[in-house]
Structure formats: C-alpha cells, structure tokens
C-alpha cells in the first residue's frame, strides 16, 4: 500500500470555514413536501422537520473528507451511518452557522468507515444540533483505527422477542427523488440520472439515503411522539440497502428502554434501514 493511498492523519481535527444559511419557511415546506411528510407543523413550515437538519450543514459535509481521505479513493464512498442530536428544532427565521471536522477512522476489513462531526449553531451561538456522519470508503482497508468514532446505536436483538408498538408502511413516489434532490440542496447524479446511476453499478436510480431517513423520522414522530418534533432528541440509522423509487417501505418500532425506541426499516424481505434509535422526550 503506497503512502499516497493512505487516509492523512494530520486532516483529523480540521475544521471547516463556518458556513451560513438563512432558514426560510418556504424551505421547511419544500422539504417537507419532498420527503411525503404529514405532519401539519411541518408542511406549514412552522418548524423543521427533523432530517431538515442536513440542508445546513450539506456545504460542510464533504469538505472534512477531503483533508483525509485521498482523493483517488472518493469515487469509493458512500454514506454509511446518521446520528442526529437536536437541541432544539429548526423555526423559519433562524440564522444558521455550520462547521465540520473528520474525528477518525475504523479499517474494517471490507473497507475503511470515517467519521465526520459536524454542529450547527444560530448566529448568536446556541447550539441546535450536532451530527455524526459516518462514511464508508467500498473496499479500500487503511489498515489501522485512528481518532475518535461515531457513537453507537446498535440494534438489540433480544427485542425480537417482543411485538412491536407500530408498524408504518410508506409508498417512495416515481418522482420522489426529483423533489428531493432540489428540496435538500443534493445534485448527486446517482439520485437522478439513469443512466449514470447504473454505469456506478446500480440498478437504476437510486432514493437519497437521507429521503429515506426522513421517511422513517416522520413515522417514528407519528406513532411514538405525538407528531411533535420538539421531543425528539436523537435520531441515528445504518444505511444497509439502496431503496428504489417506487418501493414500499415498512418501519418495525420497538421500545427499547426508557425513553428509546429501535427501529428498523425493509423493502420486502430486505432491511434498506437498521440499527435506528429514536430517543423521544417526555
């Protein structure tokens, strides 16, 4: 393995210039409306919907990357895991500031994941959320663990043993990745040429990892917290199978403990979601 194929240590802790975003209320409805939300606050653009939380930090999300991993081997990444931490929601009006930093990497064997940590204040300097993005380099082991890894969120498989406290199905539109891509600020031609997407190796167009995301936030929302997004505390999935446009979608909800519910989500017989933890305040 050449040194220039290795992950740079020395990008580890570096932060992102401070990127700015004005929240309007048409934004919040936009999305919202692109990810089939139902949920009246949200489609009014009173508050945020919860996976609201990437389109301010979209600028500063791959730029951690770029300090560590080479570039060669970014044609390799995809986005792994979420973690979502809300202090408080989004409103229209707020005045946003987002920076990010890469705080390490685990080799895997099969590949290499790389955390990334990412904050979001308003201009005054309240915190409203933080993020651990877990990305995955496909089949590039660097070897060795290095910094600090995203926390966990692990699926507990006594659950099984229980029933569990709702099942949500969910339809993904023809057309649902053409609203979101715009909706979230996302471009990737995976999302929206054909063509593209299967010279990348897959079947066709593929949904944005973080549509489906909020697909399953609003289900958590409806059927465990009241349709009330200021109780959600915590959000965190493991993206395991691309869904395709037109699937159905079906969200297991277990309680775990407390006031923690494991979730996860399948096309058929095959889970596109797991490992979700949905952490829900009184």
Same mark, same amino acid.
């Given at each position: 393995m050449s040194d220039e194929a290795k992950f740079n240590p020395a990008g580890l802790g570096v932060?992102?210039? *401070?990127?700015?975003?004005?929240?309007?209320?048409?934004?919040?409805?936009?999305?919202?409306?692109?990810?089939?939300? #139902?949920?009246? =606050?949200?489609?009014? !653009?009173?508050?945020?919907? &919860?996976?609201?939380?990437?389109? #301010?930090?979209?600028?500063?999300?791959?730029? &951690?990357?770029?300090?560590?991993?080479?570039?060669?081997?970014?044609? $390799?990444?995809?986005?792994?895991? %979420?973690?979502f931490r809300f202090h408080r929601p989004? $409103? &229209? /009006?707020? %005045? @946003?500031?987002? $920076? !990010?930093?890469?705080? /390490?990497? =685990? =080799?895997? !064997?099969n590949g290499t994941?790389?955390?990334?940590?990412?904050?979001?204040?308003?201009?005054?300097?309240? @915190?409203?959320?933080? %993020?651990y993005v877990t990305f995955f380099v496909r089949g590039f082991d660097n070897?060795?663990?290095?910094?600090? +890894?995203a926390p966990g969120h692990k699926f507990d498989e006594a659950l099984r043993s229980q029933s569990p406290v709702a099942k949500v199905t969910q339809r993904v539109d023809e057309? %649902?990745?053409?609203?979101?891509? *715009?909706?979230? !600020?996302?471009?990737?031609?995976?999302?929206?040429?054909e063509e593209f997407a299967k010279q990348m190796g897959l079947p066709g167009i593929i949904v944005h990892g973080l549509c489906t995301m909020a697909f399953t936030s609003w289900a958590v929302l409806t059927e465990v917290a009241g349709s009330d997004v200021s109780r @959600?505390?915590? @959000?965190a999935v493991r993206f395991a199978k691309p869904v395709l446009p /037109? +699937?159905?979608?079906?969200?297991?909800?277990?309680?775990?403990?407390g006031s923690r519910y494991a979730y996860e989500t399948s096309v058929g017989d095959t889970l596109v979601i797991k490992d979700g933890l949905a952490e829900i305040a009184d």
């Amino acid at each position: 393995m050449s040194d220039e194929a290795k992950f740079n240590p020395a990008g580890l802790g570096v932060w992102t210039e *401070p990127a700015r975003f004005d929240v309007t209320r048409e934004r919040l409805v936009e999305y919202a409306k692109a990810t089939n939300d #139902p949920i009246e =606050a949200h489609l009014a !653009g009173d508050v945020a919907s &919860p996976v609201f939380a990437i389109v #301010p930090v979209f600028q500063s999300l791959m730029e &951690p990357a770029l300090e560590v991993v080479p570039m060669p081997l970014m044609g $390799k990444v995809v986005h792994g895991e %979420q973690d979502f931490r809300f202090h408080r929601p989004i $409103k &229209p /009006g707020d %005045q @946003l500031v987002a $920076k !990010g930093a890469m705080t /390490g990497w =685990a =080799a895997q !064997g099969n590949g290499t994941a790389a955390c990334v940590y990412l904050e979001t204040r308003t201009e005054e300097g309240e @915190l409203v959320n933080e %993020q651990y993005v877990t990305f995955f380099v496909r089949g590039f082991d660097n070897g060795d663990t290095v910094g600090e +890894q995203a926390p966990g969120h692990k699926f507990d498989e006594a659950l099984r043993s229980q029933s569990p406290v709702a099942k949500v199905t969910q339809r993904v539109d023809e057309d %649902q990745t053409f609203r979101y891509g *715009p909706a979230a !600020g996302d471009p990737m031609p995976i999302h929206l040429d054909e063509e593209f997407a299967k010279q990348m190796g897959l079947p066709g167009i593929i949904v944005h990892g973080l549509c489906t995301m909020a697909f399953t936030s609003w289900a958590v929302l409806t059927e465990v917290a009241g349709s009330d997004v200021s109780r @959600l505390r915590r @959000l965190a999935v493991r993206f395991a199978k691309p869904v395709l446009p /037109g +699937q159905e979608l079906t969200t297991a909800i277990y309680r775990a403990d407390g006031s923690r519910y494991a979730y996860e989500t399948s096309v058929g017989d095959t889970l596109v979601i797991k490992d979700g933890l949905a952490e829900i305040a009184d």
